[in-house]
């Protein structure tokens, strides 16, 4: 759902979807043939976090700075719907979100410029 709503606003840019050993082969073919460019990751735990919970693996998210082939990546929860196009935001500068409070951010939607030196920093 997420594919055909970014390919209804007509984005020049590729969708790239970060996929783990979790998911299966058949679900790889859906996923390519809904449009996605599939990047195979590795998941990252959360070291704070107790097992078979949700934000047991949330740290995944990390992985979008390693996308170097691009200079820069909108990434996007799988449960957003895009309705317009977002290709204009790719004008905003090195990390953008939509700020919750002074102190957390809403990662459902954040633009990042990659960078591999910025991975290994946040994995520090």
């Not at 970060?18 to 043939?33: E, N, P, T, V």
């Not at 195979?40 to 170097?68: A, C, F, G, M, Q």
Request: hydrophobic content about 40%; overall charge negative; aromatic content about 12%.
């Amino acid at each position: 759902a997420l594919a055909q709503s970014i390919i209804q606003t007509n984005t020049t840019k590729d969708l790239v979807l970060l996929a783990d050993d979790s998911i299966s082969k058949s679900s790889f073919q859906g996923l390519r043939a809904a449009g996605w460019k599939i990047k195979h990751t590795k998941r990252i735990r959360r070291p704070d976090s107790k097992r078979k919970i949700y934000i047991e693996w949330n740290y995944r998210k990390l992985r979008v700075w390693e996308l170097t082939e691009y200079d820069k990546i909108i990434c996007i929860d799988a449960d957003f719907i895009v309705l317009e196009n977002i290709d204009e935001f790719f004008v905003y500068p090195q990390f953008s979100a939509v700020g919750e409070d002074d102190f957390v951010f809403n990662s459902g939607m954040m633009l990042v410029e990659t960078s591999k030196c910025t991975f290994e920093t946040l994995m520090e």
